[in-house]
């Protein structure tokens, strides 16, 4: 595993105790899946957590005035959350959602649009806005856990 030894010594430390918990856990498969989805669940929690200050600033550097460039700003954000199986939270409804850019009534500058699929696949928008905003990070709905409140998917 690459980084240094106090690095390597807290990713060690993670792993012994995600193998902690499992041990306890049930050796059936439903109860070893519903602790693997929340644990999964956790962990891109806290990754969205740690990743939202960084990724917000970062993003603000890059240029977003032409609808081109909120067409470029959007597919990079929304490649970087697949990475980690997040999403943007929509500023409206809450719902996990893409980033995407639109025309809009001036096709030279263009707007954010928030998009969510729904559990049809269905794709709604569920917010626009001309000013890039300051995003909030959650997991991502094809990766959340089901029997999970929404409270508890978003801690």
Known sequence: MPGDKKENDQFERVRRAIRAVLAESSSSY??????????NDLVRSETGAALQPALNERMQRMPHATYEEKKELAK?????????????????????????????????????????????DRRTSTF????????ELRPSRSHSAPGLSRGERSR
Do not use: M, Y
Not at 128 to 135: D, G, K, V
């Open 76 to 120: 990079w954000i929304n490649g970087e959350l697949r990475e980690f199986g997040l999403a943007c939270r929509c500023p409206k409804t809450g719902h996990a959602t893409s980033l995407q850019a639109n025309p809009g009534h001036d096709e030279r500058v263009g707007r954010f649009r928030f998009d969510r699929i729904d559990e049809s």
């Open 128 to 135: 626009t806005t001309t000013e890039l905003p300051t995003l």
């Open 30 to 39: 439903d109860s070893l899946r519903g602790q693997l989805l929340r644990l």
